[in-house]
């Protein structure tokens, strides 16, 4: 495990942050991709996963449902000097969860009036039955979620986490993230495999 790991995130928009390739854990998966750009204005994050698996599934119906039953992407974000984290996921049917974990590790779901605004947009490049290529873009607001406090931003407050894609109801479950974690089962909550979040 990497201590130092880092993740970037760019300060000016989406359109000029770089990819950052989400690979493979616990399995490889056939023709099952994805990427996510990164960029924050003030206390929000910006996120905007590219995706492609030979599987689209997008059966949620609600908000805080069993999202990653579907094809989903989510971000698992902490403060530096806390315990306390929150897990933010989305269906590729436009659906959010969103939980908080204190520092107890007693996990509790949000709310839907506090992440209403998360989802931005779904994009379907290509659905056919053997392929999906797509897109989901999130706005994080990072001080309403309370990882951010008055008056503080990703430049002066570290956060750490992971940013992932998932499917696990699929034919094919899969699970790929932006930073590698390291144990025998999947185990996307994991702090100890956190990485720092960077801006640049």
């Known amino acids: 495990m ?19 390739a989400l690979t493979s854990c616990w399995g490889s998966y056939d023709r099952t991709e994805g990427s996510v750009r990164l ?75 506090l992440f209403e605004g998360i989802f931005n947009n779904l994009t379907l490049f290509e659905n056919t039955n053997t392929y999906s290529r797509w897109s989901i873009q999130l706005s994080v607001d990072l001080k309403l979620l309370g990882l951010l406090k008055e008056g503080e931003t990703l430049e002066t407050v570290k956060i750490r986490g992971n940013f992932y894609s998932c499917g696990e109801k ?14 025998l089962e999947p185990d996307l909550v994991n702090p100890a495999y956190f990485a720092d979040l960077i801006l640049s």
């Open 2 to 20: 990497d201590t130092e790991s880092t993740i970037i995130v760019g300060t000016s928009d989406l359109e000029h942050s770089l990819p950052i």
């Open 170 to 183: 699929l034919d094919q479950r899969y699970y790929l993230l932006a930073h590698e974690v390291g144990t």
């Open 39 to 113: 960029a924050e204005a003030g206390t929000t994050l910006y996120l905007r996963y590219m995706m492609g698996s030979p599987q689209l599934r997008r059966m949620a119906t609600a908000h805080n449902q069993d999202v990653c039953d579907d094809s989903s992407v989510g971000a698992i974000l902490q403060r530096s000097d806390s315990h306390a984290m929150i897990h933010i996921q989305c269906s590729a049917a436009g659906f959010v969860k969103v939980s908080s974990t204190d520092e107890e590790g007693n996990e509790t779901l949000m709310d839907s009036s």
